[in-house]
T-cell receptor
């Protein structure tokens, strides 16, 4: 069972570069989320989506963009990478029961 | 009061001990609450949901005190495998999709 998959697992970016973090779920969940987790901290919500074509900002959306063209995919875009975006990024999905299922994470280092 | 606040620990306990963590929250309108477990460098996984006054699952008991706005997690007969960081999660927003995570409480169970 794949669940929630994320690619890449690890990436190093230079300041100003852009990249897309991929997230796919195969559980037919309507809700999908992107979080970032800084060392020793809890997860902070970046963006979320309640269904294809619908996205909304979370707690820390600045510097990121998302799209949701299908139920399965929810990519996160960084347009101009900054050192402050060095973090671990987790994608999650949930159905109506609110339990969130997380992907394995993407570790991003911006130098 | 912070949105979600946890005692960071670390809690170092011997096998077989009983240990309790507290989590306070600021949103009095929140109806459901969650405890997630996160192993080192891994994704969070749901441990327990709390929708009313409490929930019990084997050695784990979660209790909710709405008047004082805190949730507790009690672990009885601690096992080495219980060593992890425990995250308290409280939904915010009108549709409960904006999940706010505490910074986590780190537990180490020693032989």
């Amino acid at each position: 069972n794949a669940g929630v998959t994320q690619t890449p697992k690890f990436r190093i970016l230079k300041i100003g570069q852009s990249m897309t973090l991929q997230c796919t779920q195969d559980m037919n969940h309507n809700y999908m989320y992107w979080y970032r987790q800084d060392p020793g901290m809890g997860l902070k919500l970046i963006y979320y989506s309640v269904g294809a074509g619908i996205t909304d900002k979370g707690e820390v959306p600045n510097g990121y963009n998302v799209s949701r063209s299908t139920t399965e995919d929810f990519p996160l875009r960084l347009e101009l990478a900054a050192p402050s975006q060095t973090s671990v990024y987790f994608c999650a999905s949930s159905g109506v029961a609110e339990t969130q299922y997380f992907g394995p994470g993407t570790r991003l280092l911006v130098l | 009061r912070k949105e979600v606040e946890q005692d960071p620990g670390p809690f170092n306990v011997p096998e077989g001990a009983t240990v309790a963590f507290n989590c306070t929250y600021s949103n009095s309108a929140s109806q459901s609450f969650f405890w997630y477990r996160q192993d080192c460098r891994k994704e969070p996984k749901l441990l327990m949901s709390v929708y009313s006054s409490g929930n019990e699952d084997g050695r784990f008991t979660a209790q909710l005190n709405r008047a004082s706005q805190y949730i507790s997690l009690l672990i009885r007969d601690s096992k080495l495998s219980d060593s992890a960081t425990y995250l308290c999660v409280v939904p915010y927003g009108y549709n409960n999709n904006d999940m706010r995570f505490g910074a986590g409480t780190r537990l180490t169970v020693k032989p």
